[in-house]
């Protein structure tokens, strides 16, 4: 088994990151039988709290100061089979400061590959979920990860940061953009033509794929549930699980 390690990126906030994140996660472990690790590199904790592991006594903090820190102290089970998580903090904030103002640190890009190279052979998939900037914690998965998906939403400001991003991507040798999806999409004339226009005009892959606006979705996290166990059949579930399908093939 070699860990596949996969970052769901965007500048932005509010574009499906986490929602993204936590359900590619569990529809690798529940559908397509995966050990998948979730780790959460957002100092908010959404994905934390999701999984009932905001409080947890470690995180990625630790990660990221403690230099020899064994990884599995950090690993906190789910209630889902095969689904292990990171889990994150506000710690993060000041974890990051103490890092960038350390001199005496060599790799401060490399920390998170580092720590995960510890359980490379214990999952089949690692699913990161950023928050929306390019700080110490991003460029931090990018390096760790093979591959980078990037949520979209349709409005008019919909490849802001995008240059910016792909930039950095690019400088991460290992990493490579799988490709970008539209995430929130309610369906009508106008955003059907964005939709084909973006297509048409886009330098970036964009996955056939579109996950579908729902109010399920908000629902789902009030309930702290993946989709999945909330609403099996709404329009996003449906979409989640085509995008992993259309992923896997990729
Ligand atoms: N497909 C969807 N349909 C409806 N609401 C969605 C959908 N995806 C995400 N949302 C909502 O949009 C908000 C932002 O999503 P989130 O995943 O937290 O974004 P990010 O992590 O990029 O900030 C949340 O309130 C979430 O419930
Ligand atoms: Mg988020």
Do not use: W
């Not at 979730?38 to 230099?67: C, P, W, Y």
């Not at 910016?164 to 999409?185: H, M, P, S, W, Y």
């Not at 964005?194 to 109010?215: C, F």
Request: net charge negative.
């Amino acid at each position: 088994m070699s860990m596949k390690v996969i970052s769901i990126i965007n500048l932005k906030g509010g574009v499906g990151k986490t929602i993204s994140s936590v359900n590619i996660a569990h529809i690798l472990s529940t559908i397509h039988n995966k050990k998948v690790l979730i780790v959460d590199n957002d100092k908010q904790g959404n994905t934390s709290r999701l999984f009932g592991v905001k409080d947890a006594t470690k995180s990625i903090a630790d990660i990221m100061v403690e230099s020899c820190i064994n990884v599995k102290t950090v690993i906190k089970p789910t209630i889902y089979n095969d689904l292990d998580i990171i889990p994150a903090n506000m710690d993060l904030l000041e974890a990051n400061l103490a890092v960038i103002t350390d001199d005496e640190i060599e790799g401060k890009a490399s920390i998170l590959k580092n720590a995960l190279d510890q359980v490379k052979n214990e999952y089949d998939y690692c699913i990161i979920d950023n928050p929306p900037d390019i700080n110490l914690s991003v460029i931090n998965a990018l390096v760790a990860s093979n591959d980078v998906l990037i949520p979209i939403r349709i409005d008019q400001f919909a490849l802001d940061g995008m240059k910016d991003l792909i930039e950095q991507i690019n400088n991460v040798e290992t990493a490579r953009l799988k490709g970008c999806f539209i995430t929130q999409f309610s369906k009508n004339k106008m955003n059907l033509s964005k939709l084909e226009e973006l297509r048409k005009s886009s330098n970036y892959p964009i996955l056939n794929t579109v996950i579908r606006r729902t109010v399920k979705v908000e629902e789902s996290t009030f309930e702290n549930l993946p989709l999945l166990e909330f609403s099996k059949r709404c329009n996003a579930s449906r979409d989640y699980v085509a995008l992993v399908e259309e992923c896997l093939k990729l």
